[in-house]
């Protein structure tokens, strides 16, 4: 069974740090395609973050291009985000996704065919 499951959300103030942790397991995704979307409240899940596989190229959403950093450690099967002068407005739920079909640094929803669960990130003013 396939599973994503993150770490590392929780409450911090404005202009403080996170880094979530995404760890894979039931398959392996260390050649494909893998990345961080988030939901907020009352909005559509968007893109922030995608990796290639081999970790060599990455590609960010203009909201957070500067502030998060993506990477990846392959032979422990996990995916992070550093996000870093968090903002109010970056408060969501974060998700990570992996790709089946795809390897590098690339975009869209419909790139990605398995979804952990999500974890909470509340930024406060």
């Known amino acids: 069974q396939v599973q994503l499951v993150e770490s590392g959300g929780g409450l911090v103030q404005a202009g403080g740090t996170l880094r979530l942790s995404c760890k894979a397991s039931g398959r392996s995704f260390t050649r494909n395609t893998m990345g961080w979307f988030r939901q907020a409240p009352g909005k559509e899940r968007e893109f922030v973050a995608c990796i290639a596989g081999s970790g060599g190229t990455d590609n960010y959403a203009d909201s957070v291009k500067g502030r998060f950093t993506i990477s990846r450690d392959n032979p422990i099967s996990t995916l992070y985000l550093q996000a870093s002068s968090l903002k109010p407005e970056d408060t969501a739920v974060y998700f990570c996704?992996?790709?089946?079909?795809?390897?590098?640094?690339?975009?869209?929803?419909?790139?990605?065919?398995?979804w952990g669960k999500g974890t909470q990130v509340t930024v406060s003013s």
């Open positions: 996704a992996a790709s089946t079909k795809y390897y590098g640094a690339v975009n869209g929803r419909d790139v990605f065919d398995y």
